[in-house]
């Protein structure tokens, strides 16, 4: 138990360096995740439609769904009694699908929506109204969709603002929503769109603002990511970042797309909202999937700054390998950018920041490959953690008023490599003196073990020293030593560095009450793990890393990384220690694994009683004849004096009645001879109380009946 959790830890900790997140442009996994998450929707609109435009944006041919199957349902919600959401994604579904849908339909939706417009008082009302003209104008050009009224109605939507940017579903709800600022921006673009005449610029120079203001509330990570963050607001469903963030990027987007000149966001912040999307990898959810593909659809089209993503193909390089370091610019669907130069401005190593190992280096392209790389890593450049400050150099100035490319881009690089260990000695000393009386030399990188024995009166001494390949002291995460003892009791001890060696020193007298006073043979195995050392073993000139696997998830890829951490058995010391005082502590008992419950059960045996003798079966049936014989006689007594039966009813219902009587009480006797058979005791009450109930009822109105004559008769 001891040994699972200290390795779990263990673990942990060399993982902790590896655990960062470089965005990723959406490639092939995105569009294999899509078909798998798609590949069975919910039979509304809404997911119909999120599941075409997906598949739409990533250029997947196959479709999700039936179309004509899909189309029909377009046509159901086209009629005059759906609700508004509902015509909004059937036309949505149809702007994909192309459905084979008659004019007049478009013309009567145009004429409903219009005249709900006028009566509109919600966000929601105005905003799907306003979006199903828009997508009717692109889908039936012949249909007049444009509005008469769209100052009135572009400042109905205006006056639900707030002075911070967001917005109110409606006036009768005080509270204020990020989401529903996109949603309003998504509206006032349909307006203008739909005008028939010029929306007044003074009141889009105010929406531009607004935006501006909106965009000072945003929340940022520290890798840079930039998202919206949403409280609940009542009357509305509760929404996340993702989907927060969507919104408000659609209706900036939608905004800017219908409106002249450029709204004022930096290019940084666009370039942060890109990470956002990106760091999420690949969603699990549908609606997830679906706002993150679009909101990037939308960054990497809009008129405002296309962001241009940087990454690595890997951050941890090894010096054995000689890997180069690369890496690619793109945007955000993995499309070529621009022609650009990618400066190595500065790389340092995070113990020594103002000492820099590289400065001011432009990094090589490879057109085939489309990477940016650099030749070979300085030879001053040893194991260790490193920041690589890179910048994007954009070749036309023009591009630089289209492009974001986020000024400085700090990158952790991981160098790793073979860790010499060296001088290991193992000693048992005397504890009064110090002087040695027993002395091993170690060779860590074999599978030497040293035999040792010692007393409560003498010290265990052991040391070593750990150098990079540049020959410097190498002080690792983790080193320590473990005392396992023969009855699985495990002591863990770190080893301490001093200077240019590490060494600890057990003086068993201060240390019989940690070891429980128990004298016998200890295991010592040492331990040493970084996440930077490789560990190689020589067998006969042949090179062989053998060492701890470490399987992490970074840039949405699962790598692989042999680490050079090691945990060898260095040999066994013999102990002999003193009797345990009478208040002494006890040792532990021993572990109990607890996936032992989960194991099969002793096995049970059971010795039943022996059976009781039983009587011959021949005896046994003269036994049962002599029970019967009464019975025998009854029904020969009742043929010998004969059977009164003239008291028996003639009417059809008392007759009716007797006969019921009758059988209820053959019935009752039946089943006390199937009782005697095979029935247990509990089936036969519950059939004997049915039985019961019957015969009685049947019995008191023959009873009754017989009552009732008899007391006519004798009134005659």
Known sequence: MATTAVGAAFLLLLLLPFSISIPQPISDSHRSAASNLFNQISPSLEDAYEALRVFEILAIEKKPLDTADTCKKVLENLGSSSPLKDVFYALKVNGILKCNIDGTIFKDIASRLKA??????????????????????????????????????????????????????????????????????????????????????????????????????????????????????????????????????????????????????????????????????????????????ESLSFLDSNRISIPLILSLPETVYSLTKKGQFKVKVSTVFGSAAPPLTVKLVRAFSTGAKDSAIIDSKELQYNQESGFHFLDSFPKNVDVGTYVFVLEIVLHDSESENVYATGGQIHVPIYVIGVIKVGNAEIAVLDSDLGNVETHNTLDLSGNDIVSLSANH??????????????????????????????????????????????????????????LFYLSGKYDIELTVGDAVMVSCTTYYFKVTCSSLILLYRN?????????????????????????????????????????????????????????????????????????????????VGLLRLGVNLKNFPGSTVPATFATLFHLGLAAVLLLYVLFWLKLDLFTTLKTLGLLGVFTMFFGHRILSYLALTSTKLKSA
């Open 116 to 293: 709900t417009l006028h009566d509109a008082s919600t966000l929601l009302d105005i905003y799907y109204s306003v979006g199903s003209l828009v997508l009717i104008k692109d889908q039936a050009s012949d249909v007049d969709v444009l509005l008469t009224d769209a100052n009135g109605i572009f400042h109905s939507i205006k006056a639900l603002s707030q002075s911070d940017g967001r917005w109110r579903y409606s006036s009768d709800n005080p509270e204020s929503s990020t989401y529903a600022s996109g949603l309003a921006l998504e509206g006032l673009s349909g307006v203008i769109s739909l005008a028939s005449s010029e929306i007044d610029q003074s009141k889009v120079s105010i929406v531009k603002n607004g935006i501006v203001k909106l965009f000072d509330s945003i929340e940022k990570y520290d890798d840079g990511a930039f998202y919206f963050d949403e409280k609940f607001v009542r009357g509305s469903e509760p929404q996340g970042s993702l989907s927060t963030t969507s919104s408000v990027v659609r209706g900036v987007n939608a905004f800017a797309a219908v409106t002249s000149g450029k709204i004022n966001l930096p290019g940084d912040t666009i370039l942060g909202l890109a990470k956002f999307f990106l760091s999420i990898g690949i969603p699990g959810d549908a609606k997830d999937f679906f706002n993150q593909v």
């Open 457 to 514: 009166l003498q010290k265990l001494r052991l040391s070593f020293q750990l150098e990079t390949p540049n020959g410097r002291v190498f002080k690792p995460h983790q080193a320590f030593l473990k005392l396992h003892h023969e009855t699985k009791i495990e002591h863990i001890f770190l080893v301490g560095n001093t200077g240019k060696k590490f060494e600890i020193i057990f003086d068993f007298l201060g240390l019989v009450e940690k």
């Open 555 to 635: 840039l949405n890829k699962n790598i692989l990384f042999q680490e050079n951490s090691f945990s060898r058995l260095l040999g066994h010391v013999e102990l002999d220690l003193p009797e345990a005082p009478e208040k002494a502590a006890r040792p532990p008992l021993p572990p109990v694994d607890p996936y032992s419950r989960y194991g099969p059960n002793a096995e049970i045996n059971h010795i039943f009683r022996a059976p009781e003798k039983r009587p011959p079966q021949k005896l046994s049936l003269v036994f049962l004849g002599l029970i019967l014989l009464p019975f025998i006689g009854f029904l």
